[in-house]
């Protein structure tokens, strides 16, 4: 049953091994093989992906008549999306939690972090690493616990460590504790990629910057960055994309208080759940699918230019 | 010394300092407070007691909701890990009509379709399908979201598995399915490890799809029942969360140890592994 397959039979020099099917598999067997996963994945994330659309073009709700029933009401949800004051806050809250916490926190104190633990004692830097390796790893309900024992009103540890308790963080200023937390929470990412990165500046002209007299600052702008500017900006795209669907800060603050930190995720979430509106909140996830596609095509067309 | 090199010295370590306080210090409530006799928010020094594990034992739902979670975590890693390894195998070793499209697929899909955006027709489907409480059917949500990073990291492995073993194997006479069991699978364990404690620890921290999808008690696993533990005042129970929390990061972080000393910290375009 298994015969040679094309490629075997080929005479033509085949210059790439992984076109040689070694195995014996067979194109059939293979199909055999790949078929069972590609089936979770078209039942649980194309086909979501694709009703999205079409739920969020339906009044389809949780309860009331239109749970049993839901009518199409074609743009209706976008339309209603445009003048509505909450989503626009929502919007506004995400892009306000991207830079803050994504493009500006995690890439600048992961690129710092890479950048002064090169030279590090061996100790301090493994410390370091460790800490900051931690915070990304625990699991996000336990890394909500801490914070929110790191920043309550009356026992909190910040505010025991300023000698001010009384400061509610996340009542009070909710976004800058979400993007202090956030920042906490993913520099490990940009650390580790940063790390790597710098390993492909060439020694050679760092010595040269430094014998000439160039100020940490002036080395990292003028030599450091030319070379690493590709690795910012996928960086800066992945920890965005990220950032931007992050559920986490739904167990700091779930969007408290009163819509303060409400970001997209948790508007999604609200809407769906809490008011039951399924179709608008279908409508709101299709707008974030398309971001979400545009940011990842953008990062694999420059993966592609790279390489 | 020169004044310039001890400024900058002095800058260096405060650097340093302020770096390690801000990730170290919310991490010690922790440490402490799993032991304190009288456990609040904020740091102190304990006033050692195991009474507070005590508790957390006798909780109604703590001990059963990690066994949930283990429930999930199987299904859910089992799935992803089998079905990722017979996907990457295919795809490394044949030039099946149409692959790169689909690699590009996989890698776009992986970052594209997260559960965020997906919670409402997945919320829809289980709804409808009657599955919401379902633990092996969430599972099965969990792998669907996982599988195209797994085949995509695991096809990277499999790929620097050399050939010559697959033809020496075929050449005596083994079948691909002998192949696939007994050459290429030992060989690519560290990839295939990699990847069971890559899903393993996903899943365990997964939140939001248990929550959405797991809406009773008695099937909800850790993470989503350490968001609801309150004493009978309606406020956080302080006596069981800190030890919960302990108890159930512990495997997360060992998984990570574990992987670590053994394979090397490898560092997969953007997942954790």
């Known amino acids: ?307 | 010394m020169t004044a310039g090199q001890v400024v900058r010295r002095t800058g260096y370590v405060a650097f340093m300092a302020v770096v390690l306080a801000f990730f170290a210090v919310p991490m010690l409530w922790l440490a402490s407070a799993p032991f304190d006799s009288d456990p609040g928010l904020g740091l102190q020094w304990p006033d050692w007691t195991l009474h507070n594990w005590q508790a957390t034992f006798d909780h109604p739902y703590a001990l059963g909701s990690l066994v949930n979670s283990v429930v999930l975590c199987v299904v859910a890693t089992a799935v992803t890990t089998v079905l990722a390894t017979l996907a990457a195998y295919a795809l490394s070793r044949v030039r099946i009509p149409g692959r790169d499209a689909l690699l590009y697929l996989l890698l776009l899909l992986s970052s594209v379709v997260t559960g965020t955006a997906a919670m409402v027709p997945i919320f829809v489907m289980m709804f409808q399908l009657g599955l919401i409480n379902s633990q092996y059917a969430t599972g099965l949500v969990i792998a669907g979201g996982m599988l195209p990073a797994a085949i995509f990291i695991l096809k990277d492995f499999i790929d620097s598995v050399p050939r010559s073993y697959e033809e020496s194997a075929r050449v005596f006479g083994a079948s691909p399915t002998q192949v696939l069991l007994h050459v290429v699978l030992p060989v690519a364990r560290p990839g295939i490890a990699t990847i069971l404690v890559w899903a393993f620890v996903q899943a365990w921290g997964n939140f939001l799809l248990p929550f959405l999808l797991l809406r009773d008690v008695e099937a909800q696993p850790a993470a989503v029942l350490l968001t609801t533990l309150k004493d009978e005042g309606g406020s956080a129970n302080l006596t069981v969360i800190p030890v919960f929390s302990l108890l159930y990061a512990v495997p997360v972080v060992a998984l990570y140890l574990f992987v670590s000393k053994r394979y090397g910290f490898r560092f997969h375009g953007g997942i954790k592994a």
Request: proline share 6%; aromatic share 12%; hydrophobic share 50%.
């Open chain 1, 1 to 307: 049953m298994v015969s040679a397959p094309p490629a075997e039979a080929a005479p033509k020099p085949r210059r790439d091994p992984g076109n040689r099917d070694t195995a014996g598999l067979g194109v059939g067997r293979a199909v055999g093989f790949l078929a069972p996963g590609m089936l979770l994945i078209g039942i649980f994330l194309i086909f979501p992906a694709l009703w999205t659309i079409y739920i969020g073009l339906t009044n389809y709700s949780l309860t009331g008549t239109a749970s049993t029933s839901p009518a199409f009401v074609g743009l209706d949800n976008f339309a209603e999306a445009l003048d509505d004051g909450l989503f626009g806050n929502a919007l506004w809250l995400t892009l306000l939690y991207v830079i803050g916490s994504a493009v500006l926190g995690q890439n600048i104190l992961g690129f710092a972090l890479a950048w002064f633990l090169r030279g590090a004692r061996p100790w301090l830097r493994r410390t370091v690493e460790a800490f900051v390796l931690l915070s990304w790893i625990l699991p996000s309900v336990v890394v909500a616990y801490l914070w929110i024992a790191l920043l309550d009103r009356d026992g909190g540890t910040l505010g025991a460590l300023l000698g001010s308790p009384g400061t509610a963080w996340l009542v009070e200023y909710p976004m800058a504790s979400l993007i202090v937390f956030n920042t906490w929470r993913g520099t490990a990412f940009s650390m580790m990629l940063y790390g790597s990165a710098l390993a492909v500046v060439p020694p050679s002209q760092l010595e040269t910057a430094r014998s000439v007299g160039a100020s940490g600052w002036q080395t990292v702008r003028d030599v450091v960055f030319p070379h690493i500017r590709g690795h910012v900006l996928t960086n800066t795209l992945l920890i965005s994309l990220w950032t931007a669907n992050d559920f986490t800060s739904f167990l700091l603050t779930a969007g408290g208080p009163n819509h303060e930190s409400e970001t997209v995720p948790v508007f999604i979430y609200r809407q769906a759940i809490s008011s039951g509106r399924l179709g608008y909140a279908a409508a709101i996830s299709f707008l974030l699918l398309l971001v979400n596609l545009v940011v990842a095509l953008v990062y694999l067309l420059l993966l592609r230019k790279r390489s």
